[in-house]
């Protein structure tokens, strides 16, 4: 089993419409966890961070965590075509080792 | 302010030689990361660096090694390269502030090792 497990994907969503990007990790003592977007030929950046249970909303994005069932989720609103991107769900156990999921590649359709 | 900068962004190397990769982090970032990039495995942690000490190791074989200097600026290095080794490289840097992060890196854009 990986530790960090994403749908490959790829998701299409309309432009406009609701992306719902999911993540589940094995280990329970992971204590951070992030979001990250690459682009084709490009490094990732961060665009979320979460560290404690329910959602964290900045902007379009809302990221959704739920320790007890291992559960990482990111909500992007009225997406856009600019969002089409592989976003990559990472779990730390402490500091800057990052275990990363392989990605989901999202195409928002316009 | 000035991103996180690697170099060589690309380079072609042999199988047995060597290659060292270099990171200069965003000013004031104290800690640095390395990860490796392929299609198969994805983003893997190399190690991570905070005031010259290695403070995390992945489960990466004894060739690749890596340094930090007092300015921050990061070196990695792979010797007797293999097949296998050709990926991109990612340097991350964050603030780093002591005894563990927060995990928000940012990263370069890379050097992407192929090995003939």
């Known amino acids: 089993q990986k530790e960090v497990e994403q749908n490959s994907g790829p998701l299409s969503v309309p432009e406009g419409a609701i992306a719902s990007l999911n993540c589940t990790y094995s280990?329970?003592?992971?204590?951070?966890f992030f979001w990250y977007r690459q682009y084709s030929g490009k490094s990732p950046e961060l665009i979320m961070s979460?560290?404690?249970?329910g959602d964290k909303e900045d902007g379009r994005f809302t990221a959704q965590l739920n320790k007890a069932s291992q559960y990482v989720s990111l909500l992007i609103r009225d997406s856009q075509p600019s969002d089409s991107a592989t976003y990559l769900c990472?779990?730390?156990?402490?500091?800057?080792?990052?275990?990363f999921g392989a990605g989901t590649i999202l195409r928002v359709k316009s | 302010k000035a991103g996180v900068t690697q170099t060589p962004r690309y380079l072609i190397k042999t199988r047995g030689q060597q290659v060292t990769l270099s990171c200069s982090p965003i000013?004031?970032?104290?800690?640095v990361s390395w990860y490796q990039q392929t299609p198969g495995q994805g983003l893997q942690f190399l190690f991570e660096?905070?005031?010259?000490?290695?403070?995390n190791k992945g489960n990466f074989p004894g060739r690749f090694s890596g340094r930090q200097f007092s300015n921050s600026r990061s070196e990695m290095n792979v010797s007797t390269l293999e097949l296998g080794d050709s990926a991109l490289y990612l340097c991350?840097?964050?603030?780093?502030?002591?005894?563990?992060?927060?995990?928000?890196?940012?990263f370069g854009e890379g050097s992407r090792l192929t090995v003939l």
């Open positions: 991350a840097s964050s603030l780093g502030t002591g005894q563990g992060s927060s995990g928000e890196l940012f």
């Open positions: 280990d329970r003592v992971s204590q951070s």
């Open positions: 979460i560290y404690s249970n």
């Open positions: 990472a779990v730390s156990l402490y500091g800057n080792k990052l275990v």
């Open positions: 000013s004031g970032h104290r800690s």
């Open positions: 660096y905070f005031s010259e000490t290695q403070r």
